[in-house]
């Protein structure tokens, strides 16, 4: 495939936000001018398109375009939820901050809710914060989208947590302002005021909010957030939804909304921890400056676009191979190589074996609410042991491994098992983070020695080393998610801009599958749900048990398959039979080549 630089080119940067440009579609939905090419760039193309993707998040708002990240009211709604905070963090008695989501989403919620609970036991303070995730704890670590379709879980697992309390701030994160699961909760806490105070997180203007009806439930997401608009006049719910443009992989909410989530998060429960413990007062000045310095973790970060795309092509080598890429880390930064690696099931297709994340110290350091789960099987198993045992005895070069530190980290400890793993391959990289104070540990030069490419990131000594910390979390989030994008697009795993081989295990998947072969075949949706449908039960006609069960139905059986749109795709476009269609794919796994071999 040539993989030319084309799509570096920038010029259309706001083409997005006029009326005309995908005007059914909300933004967290629609394609990225930016990327319309990606599928066919080089490493380094890639990076850099990503980067200019990530910068759209940092975009002043104008008088036509919807609010920004930096954008008054944003900042003004951030400094009121941070009060709140504040008011919890100072009288924590009976009362809570819960955050919660569904997949990236909830993986956020528990990322941050455990790290700022820590924060408070260093100060021997009550711990306010709970963490919810649709599915529960196994979907911090898999993909599991089936709960997010269901508002009454959502709800159970809210009043559980809740039990006793007298004061909660419930924070519900869906970057597109869709997800049933959240929707049952906003809607709890609005038939409750005496006791919780709603905000909602996410990533679209309220208008684009989904308006599907949710099976029993008398609202939608888009009612729940009317409500919320209303009654955010009186500060008694929240709204916190600016827009960061389209993702580069369209509708890939652990990008942007993953990143923009973290940011907007983190600025709000810090400004209360100062507040609350150091008696700073929260201020707009203050939650502007520290949202401006997040701008500067992206340039930090991604002025390491040589190193990005060493990474990139080291895992997209192996993924194309069918070889594996695993993420060794140390501390928080270890739980978002966990993160990233979970997602690559439902985005890309994948097989948990391809990108795997493990973590030092395993669940004894993850602070999740079910402890172990390692009985759940392989997939579970996540400290460095179970990796020297199941993982290590087989790797070859063909296999990428990259290890995740900083200096604060235990760099002997990172040595050492740098040198276990040069013994198998020699296809070992770092990601290492430390200020321009620190002196070099003697190890750091060993463990460089051993890695074929280092990526050293350099960051200005900070004001605080809670924050230099969640600048970590940052950059390494969009440095992996840049590999694991990366990689699978090297590997075929997208189609211009699009999740070609995405799962269809939930409504929102289901929709996004019917549309986008919609998109790339030009046929009527009719047509497009039949072929997904056929892909999905891998039959050449529907039978009227098929055709009248309902999408929940549907979605269950396409959990236990896999190549669902690739599959109904070639069908649409040849004409062909299933089998056909399948002994196709085979033979050329890259999905754009198979159509267009077909074709011409
Ligand atoms: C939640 C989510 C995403 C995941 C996939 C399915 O989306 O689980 O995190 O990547 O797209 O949906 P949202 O509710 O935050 O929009």
Redesign the pocket.
């Known amino acids: 495939m040539d993989r030319s630089d084309q799509t570096c080119g920038f010029s259309t940067m706001c083409e997005w936000e006029s009326p005309d440009y995908e005007p059914t579609l909300p933004v967290?939905e629609k394609s990225n001018p930016l990327t319309r090419n990606i599928d066919r760039a080089s490493a380094d193309c890639i990076v850099r398109t990503l980067q200019a993707c990530d910068a759209q998040m940092f975009q002043e708002q104008t008088e036509a375009s919807h609010q920004k990240l930096l954008s008054d009211q944003v900042v003004k709604t951030l400094m009121e939820v941070a009060k709140r905070v504040e008011i919890i963090l100072k009288d924590p008695q009976d009362s809570l901050v819960v955050l919660s989501?569904?997949?990236?989403?909830g993986r956020l919620a528990f990322l941050m809710a455990t790290s700022f609970n820590r924060e408070l036991r260093k100060l021997n303070r009550s711990l306010v914060y709970s963490y919810i995730i649709a599915g529960g704890d196994r979907a911090l670590l898999s993909s599991q989208?089936a709960p997010?379709d269901d508002p009454r879980s959502g709800v159970l697992s809210l009043k559980k947590v809740c039990e006793g309390k007298k004061q909660v701030l419930f924070i519900g994160?869906?970057?597109?302002l869709?997800?049933p699961f959240?929707a049952g909760q906003l809607d709890f806490c609005l038939q409750h005021p005496e006791v919780y105070t709603p905000v909602v997180v996410g990533f679209n203007p309220a208008h684009q909010a989904k308006d599907e009806p949710i099976p029993g439930c008398t609202f939608t997401f888009h009612s729940v957030v009317q409500r919320m608009q209303e009654l955010s006049k009186s500060q008694v719910a929240f709204l916190i939804n600016p827009t960061v443009g389209p993702e580069a992989i369209s509708?890939?909410?652990?990008m942007k909304?993953g990143s923009a989530t973290k940011i907007l998060l983190d600025v709000v429960l810090s400004a209360a921890h100062a507040a609350a413990c150091t008696n700073t007062p929260v201020t707009y000045e203050g939650i502007l400056q520290h949202m401006r310095a997040y701008d500067k973790t992206l340039d930090i970060t991604y002025a390491k676009t040589e190193g990005m795309t060493a990474l990139v092509e080291a895992a997209g080598r192996s993924l194309r191979c069918g070889s594996r890429v695993c993420y060794l880390g140390w501390g928080s930064l270890a739980v978002l190589g966990l993160i990233d690696a979970s997602?690559c099931d439902?985005?890309f297709g994948a097989d948990y074996e391809d990108v795997r994340g493990f973590m030092s110290g395993g669940y004894r350091n993850l602070s999740n609410n079910e402890g172990p789960l390692t009985s759940l099987g392989p997939q579970f198993c996540i400290s460095h042991e179970d990796f020297l045992r199941s993982v290590l005895p087989y790797l070859s070069d063909q296999d990428t491994i990259l290890l995740i530190f900083t200096r604060s980290d235990d760099v002997t400890e990172v040595a050492k098992l740098a040198r276990r793993v040069r013994e198998k391959t020699s296809n070992l990289h770092a990601v290492y983070h430390h200020t321009d104070g620190d002196t070099a540990a003697a190890e750091q030069g060993d463990i460089s020695n051993l890695c074929l490419s280092t990526l050293n990131v350099t960051w200005p000594t900070p004001a605080s080393r809670s924050f230099l910390l969640m600048q970590w979390e940052l950059s390494t989030k969009l440095l992996l998610n840049a590999v694991s994008t990366g990689a699978h697009i090297l590997k075929g795993k997208v189609y211009r801009n699009h999740m070609i081989d995405v799962q269809v295990t939930?409504s929102?998947?289901y929709r996004r599958a019917t549309r986008l072969l919609q998109k790339l075949s030009a046929h009527p949706e009719s047509k497009c749900e039949e072929a997904l449908l056929r892909a999905i039960y891998r039959v050449d006609k529907l039978t009227q048990d098929i055709t009248s069960s309902d999408m929940t139905a549907h979605t269950l059986t396409a959990r236990k398959r896999t190549k669902v749109v690739p599959l109904a795709l070639v069908v649409l476009l040849t004409g062909c039979a299933l089998s056909e269609a399948e002994s196709h794919l085979e033979q050329q796994p890259i999905v754009r080549e198979a159509v267009e071999a077909w074709l011409s």
């Open positions: 967290s989501g569904c997949g990236t989403s989208e997010e994160i869906s970057c597109g869709s997800a959240v509708g890939s909410s652990r909304g997602e439902p985005t939930n929102k998947l």
